[in-house]
């Protein structure tokens, strides 16, 4: 049986991937349902007065919708890079989990905070699209800055979680 350093590789580090990708998932989607339904009830009040201007207005709810993707795309590529025992050999590190686990988080926070971002910017940029049409290329480029905070937390999350280490060898004693 070949032996493997349980500080390197421990049992528990699917773990912390496994964390990770659920912190991706769930925090994204919540980010993208908070900003679709902030983003929806400007749209449904703006909608009784001005029905003809729904569906140009109808921008943060799709992009709201986008971050829950990001997330789901971290998720994917975590989960399929989590292994568990192989041959009775811990091969899944925990640098590895704790990348895995980074990287969901990066991903999960950023597009919270983009969901928020874009519902509070996407409620009041119908509302004042209502008001004055000239205001949608202003809300447009406000929303494209709040989806840029989702992307970037999507590509630092995509570069974290190519870090890995499989080298579960005990260390050589000197």
Request: glycine fraction near 14%; aromatic fraction near 6%.
């Amino acid at each position: 049986m070949p032996v493997v350093d349980m500080v390197m590789c421990p049992t528990w580090a699917p773990l912390l991937g496994f964390s990770g990708a659920m912190s991706a998932l769930v925090f994204s989607c919540v980010g993208s349902a908070w900003g679709t339904g902030k983003a929806a009830m400007g749209i449904s009040s703006i909608g009784v007065a001005k029905p003809e201007i729904v569906m140009k207005n109808i921008i943060p709810v799709v992009m709201a919708g986008v971050l829950g993707i990001y997330g789901l795309i971290i998720a994917v590529i975590i989960g399929n890079g989590v292994s568990g025992m192989t041959n009775n050999k811990v091969t899944y590190s925990q640098f590895t989990g704790y990348a895995h686990l980074s990287a969901g988080l990066c991903c999960g926070f950023s597009g919270l905070a983009a969901g928020v971002a874009i519902g509070v910017a996407g409620d009041a940029g119908v509302r004042a699209v209502a008001q004055q049409p000239k205001m949608y290329v202003g809300m447009v480029l406000v929303l494209i800055f709040a989806e840029a905070l989702g992307l970037y937390g999507l590509i630092i999350g995509l570069i974290i979680a190519s870090a890995e280490s499989t080298n579960c060898s005990p260390a050589a004693t000197q």
